[in-house]
């Protein structure tokens, strides 16, 4: 038998969400969420990145608390405060950063919210490995010889831990439960096991969310779509009744933000056929696999589709921080074997990374500092006297219409905007063959990004080659001359020219790769 | 105009550097009511002169400490005991033998730098852990070199360098460690060497991704830590005139506390060596009051640790972490 809990006792669920809302400050995440989800069927939730899917997960997995609006079950009015309100009124949430105990078993992971207790005290090991088989039976054959209820899960691989996650959700025995991509490291025989767990579970009754980047395994698995837009519900259909191309239209809406006329004229610019800066073949590393692409002195080639599916680390990596297990980089036409980013940046690399405090700012010190430690490096310095350096570094802000009170005051004083702009100077005082911007704006204010992005263009004007990914689709279509997809580490499609649109970008961002 | 004051205090209140100048002359008001003649010129000189030895020790401290990641050398105080050993061994009271002596002591103490640079950086051993298994592994060798008999006498220039009038009445020792204070400033401020040790104690990946060695700066501060205590050692040798056993381990504790008082947090990133140099010469007349009123050597020690402990509460912890 099954672990069954404290939920146990419902037969029939049905969650409804009546007009519920979510603001963060001034931005609303949500703004009208009338939702229905029925016993017995799988409910697959699609949206363009931030359109507020996750949002819609965590208000019913209690981690977010909705400011208006009322939820729900079975015909009960319900508060979900916490995640445990969520646990106790049988709701499941498998979380897309996964939420495992990496020292510990994987049968203590699976029952990690209700460990069976030997007198209320110590952990019955026999009982909780016995259950554990249960649950692990429903996946064994797919799993790998490893996949045992003793194994550390810090010791499996990606998709292990991720059927861990999908036990740990199924465990709970909940009746509403949440999936929020659950496939993304599994491959094909894995995904298909966990397809017939779910109409299982549905045909138990339960309800289920489904949140997938791909297409093929929304068509096949759900029974209703319902695609979210800008927070708000826009339509609600029955997989019969709709097609993959209508659910991308209602996604991305009607309007066609094509780039603006700035970046279609450089289209036909005359480097854009200048010399490849950067060609790299197959490149295959942890969080991506076999990407090919090239880039051009005076072109900027955008990473695009939905956030985390390898754009992130193929820049890093491009970059020496990630390392690279398969697959040639040539820049300039040389083979290019950087491992370091030291090496990338002997290269001509430079990478400017969304996460300031992580990657760029070095906190409490002088701007000075923050702008020549790459400049520096390159050029061998031992001093580092501000009577010859303070001009270069001058010119380097000045380009980026840095605002700041003197080159010695901290770094801390700065705005975000202006700190990123230091960040971006350390690189400018030598001008690069190669910008890596990766997610370069975020958390950035509006005339920062503008300036920023007149900047980008102007270098590449100069004949840098530019790789942006970003993580809102306007900036990704304005700026980019060409746009590749990524889908679960795997560079989908190439978009260039007219092609260069919302919809296409998000059909092929639900596309799966060969 | 009484609004800026009262804001200009509450600044100088939290400047660390401040508060131990204020702490310093507070001390010599206690030390000349207990013990009249505390202040005169001649105490004065000869108690900068045993700061002179804790702050220069002090200085690689500091710059281990700086570089952050819970860099700390708890084996300096047992690398100034073998300095002492091995100089006094070498010079064996003759001048003639001091440049030698001295070249070796220093080789000496940056081969034990070395292996904690080592050990910390390519060997992933976190600093606490490894710092102090080379101290043990250098108490033990002291055993073996003694044999349990303290050996090695200092050349009489040495010992003239540190305690005899050299330049306007002040001792060679004292403006070797003024060269000294100069000499960290310069590196701190104008060397990119100095840079990169505050851009790796604050955001040790920030500075991996703009290229600096991250690695090979962490393992030339401790070689520093260890340079400076083997020249603590040998200006110790000259100031107690002979080896003794055992007279660096005093400086493990004191040394990060000079560190901490002078404005640097144990998370590293800020903080400069004028202030461990104040921190150092307020230990020293802390250490000669609790003397004066004769507490003895395991007091003082108790009162240190205490200092210490109190200290972090204030300004020794977490701040260097966060923008």
């Known amino acids: 038998m099954p672990y069954l809990n404290h939920v146990a006792g419902f037969l029939m669920s049905k969650l409804v969400l009546d007009n519920v809302s979510k603001s963060y400050g001034p931005t609303r995440a949500f703004k009208n969420g009338d939702f229905a989800l029925q016993s017995g069927e799988v409910h697959a939730l699609m949206g363009t990145n931030g359109s507020g899917k996750s949002t819609l997960c965590k208000i019913i997995a209690g981690s977010v608390k909705p400011d208006t609006g009322s939820i729900f079950l079975n015909d009960c009015r319900v508060q979900i405060n916490s995640p445990k309100d969520a646990r106790r009124l049988g709701i499941g949430t498998f979380f897309q950063e996964l939420s495992l105990a990496k020292n510990r078993s994987v049968a203590e992971n699976i029952f990690i919210s209700h460990l069976p207790l030997n007198n209320y005290v110590f952990i019955d090991k026999t009982a909780l490995e016995m259950n554990a088989e249960y649950y692990i039976d429903m996946v064994r054959d797919v799993a790998g010889d490893d996949f045992t209820a003793k194994a550390v899960v810090g010791d499996l691989r990606a998709d292990q831990q991720q059927l861990v996650e999908i036990l740990k959700t199924i465990a709970t025995e909940a009746q509403v439960l949440i999936f929020d991509e659950p496939t993304s490291a599994l491959d094909r025989s894995q995904v298909e096991r966990f397809f017939e767990i779910l109409r299982k579970l549905k045909a138990q009754g339960r309800a289920i969310i489904f949140i997938s980047h791909r297409m093929d395994e929304i068509f096949e698995i759900s029974d209703q779509l319902t695609v979210i837009r800008d927070g708000a519900i826009v339509a609600s259909r029955k997989r019969e009744a709709t097609t993959a191309q209508e659910v991308i239209s209602l996604m991305v809406g009607e309007q066609t933000d094509l780039a603006d006329p700035t970046s279609t004229s450089h289209d036909v610019s005359p480097i854009s056929d200048g010399q490849f800066v950067v060609t790299a073949h197959d490149l295959t590393g942890d969080g991506f696999s076999e990407v090919s692409f090239e880039v051009r002195a005076g072109e900027i080639l955008g990473f695009g589709g939905l956030h985390g599916q390898g754009q992130s680390a193929v820049l890093r990596a491009l970059f020496g921080a990630n390392a690279i297990t398969r697959g040639q980089i040539q820049v300039a036409g040389d083979n290019y074997d950087g491992r370091t980013p030291r090496a990338a940046i002997r290269n001509g690399f430079a990478y400017v990374s969304g996460n300031r405090v992580r990657d760029g700012v070095i906190q409490g010190r002088s701007i000075f500092e923050n702008t020549i430690p790459v400049h520096a490096f390159k050029k061998h310095m031992l001093l580092s006297t501000p009577s010859r350096l303070s001009r270069r570094a001058f010119e380097a802000l000045n380009k980026l219409a840095t605002k700041y009170h003197s080159l010695s005051s901290s770094i801390g004083s700065l705005s975000g905007g202006n700190q990123q702009k230091v960040v971006i100077a350390r690189w400018l005082m030598d001008t690069p063959r190669v910008l890596l911007l990766d997610d370069p704006t975020k958390g950035i204010d509006l005339s920062a990004k503008a300036d920023l992005f007149a900047l980008i263009r102007e270098l590449a004007s100069e004949g840098l080659g530019i790789i942006l990914y970003s993580s809102e689709d306007a900036e990704l279509l304005n700026n980019s001359d060409r746009i590749l997809v990524f889908n679960s580490g795997r560079a989908v499609r190439e978009l260039s020219g007219e092609n260069r649109t919302r919809f296409n970008l998000y059909d092929a961002a639900y596309e799966v790769a060969q | ?323």
């Open chain 2, 1 to 323: 105009m009484p609004k800026m004051t009262k804001e200009t205090m509450l600044g100088l209140a939290k400047q660390p550097v401040f508060v131990a100048i204020v702490l310093i002359l507070a001390l010599f008001a206690i030390g000349e009511t207990m013990s009249p003649g505390f202040t005169s010129p001649d105490q004065i000189v000869r108690l900068l002169i045993v700061a002179s030895l804790l702050g220069i020790v002090a200085a690689g401290q500091n710059l281990v400490i700086l570089a952050g990641r819970e860099g700390i050398d708890l084996s300096v105080g047992s690398v100034v005991s073998l300095a002492v050993i091995v100089a006094g061994n070498l010079m064996d009271g003759s001048n003639a033998n001091i440049p030698q002596a001295v070249l070796l002591t220093i080789c000496v103490g940056c081969l034990f730098g070395l292996f904690n640079g080592v050990g910390v950086t390519l060997l992933r051993i976190p600093p606490i852990v490894m710092t102090l298994g080379i101290l043990g592994v250098i108490q033990g060798l002291l055993v073996v070199i003694r044999q349990g008999v303290p050996s090695g006498v200092a050349a009489p220039m040495l010992a003239n360098f540190v305690s005899k009038p050299f330049l306007f009445g002040l001792p060679g020792i004292l403006w070797l460690w003024a060269f000294l204070g100069l000499a960290m400033a310069f590196l701190l401020k104008r060397t990119v060497f100095g840079n990169r040790i505050y851009a790796i104690g604050s955001n040790e990946n920030a500075a991996f991704m703009a290229g600096v060695p991250v690695k090979l700066v962490r393992i030339g501060v401790y070689v520093c830590s260890g340079f400076f205590a083997a020249v603590t050692g040998i200006c110790l040798l000259g100031y107690s005139g002979a080896s003794f056993a055992n007279v660096g381990d005093q400086y493990m504790l004191t040394s990060i506390i000079a560190v901490v008082f002078g404005g640097t947090p144990l998370s590293g990133g800020k903080g400069e060596y004028t202030g461990t140099m104040l921190g150092a010469i307020l230990l020293v007349i802390l250490q000669s009051i609790l003397t004066t009123i004769n507490i003895d050597e395991f007091g003082r020690q108790i009162i240190f640790g205490g200092t210490l402990l109190v200290l972090m509460v204030f300004y020794g912890r977490g701040k260097g972490l966060r923008v």
